[in-house]
């Protein structure tokens, strides 16, 4: 799927434990934490995340437009979720824990120090 990114976005350390995902960067830069370090993806990078690798991601200042694949297929269902959600659900945290977990996404904390 394709995802225009704002540039505030940023997703602490987590995990997935059944699903890998592939980034395509089509515009912009974004950051991501694997391995434990850093590096910058910007326009025409792949990154490529295996199930069980704990990561982080965020945007590197700016907005940005990336491809994203998921295997097994299913992610889009929970950007479909969040999208339904009323203001007061999204600052809800257990209920954002609940939902992240039930399509795969382990918070492992939050964001690394660069």
Do not use: C
């Not at 097994?72 to 809800?92: G, R």
């Amino acid at each position: 799927m394709e995802d225009n990114v704002k540039a505030e976005f940023a997703l602490g350390l987590h995990v997935h434990r059944t699903h890998s995902e592939t980034f395509y960067i089509l515009d912009g830069a974004m950051k991501f934490y694997i391995d434990g370090a850093w590096m910058t993806a910007g326009a025409g990078a792949t990154v490529h995340i295996p199930a069980g690798v704990a990561h982080a991601v965020k945007m590197a200042g700016a907005p940005g437009k990336a491809l994203m694949i998921f295997q097994p297929a299913f992610f889009d269902d929970y950007l479909a979720a969040i999208a339904t959600l009323t203001p007061a659900q999204m600052a809800d945290v257990e209920l954002q824990k609940r939902l992240a977990e039930q399509y795969d996404i382990h918070a492992l904390g939050g964001m690394p120090p660069e």
